[in-house]
């Protein structure tokens, strides 16, 4: 199983965040420090904006902080926000699934309940738990 990008670099600028939680950070700053393109850095804040993880504010006085309380950001639910497809094989799709072999496999079930444990185990756990 391979996690998106989007997923790795949100995880990234959580934890950044809220290893400096009284500091206001830019895109360009964020960009320089993790090592990231501001082209993906724009897509996350926008994100983890709209879900009340962070605040990004623009202007002079503007940037981007954690808002959140670390131990209030449950990793498995940001795994939810962040993460639009864990089809990790073919199958757990509808749209794109043209195994024929579908209703005699049994080892979609297999990777299905995998797959649930990967999400509840992440539930476990929470951004303050790994700061």
């Avoid at 994100?47 to 449950?74: F, T």
Wanted: glycine share 4%; net charge positive.
């Amino acid at each position: 199983m391979y996690l998106s990008k989007f997923t790795d670099y949100s995880f990234r600028i959580l934890i950044y965040l809220g290893n400096h939680p009284n500091e206001l950070f830019t895109v360009d700053e964020l960009s320089d420090i993790l090592g990231l393109s501001t082209h993906h850095i724009k897509k996350i804040v926008y994100k983890l904006a709209k879900n009340n993880y962070i605040l990004s504010s623009k202007g002079r006085n503007g940037g981007i902080k954690l808002v959140m309380d670390p131990k209030d950001i449950n990793l498995g639910k940001l795994l939810d926000i962040t993460e639009d497809n864990l089809n990790i094989v073919e199958c757990f799709s509808k749209e794109n699934n043209t195994c024929n072999l579908t209703k005699r496999c049994k080892l979609k079930p297999i990777l299905n309940e995998a797959l649930i444990s990967f999400k509840n185990k992440l539930s476990e756990y929470t951004l303050q738990d790994i700061l």
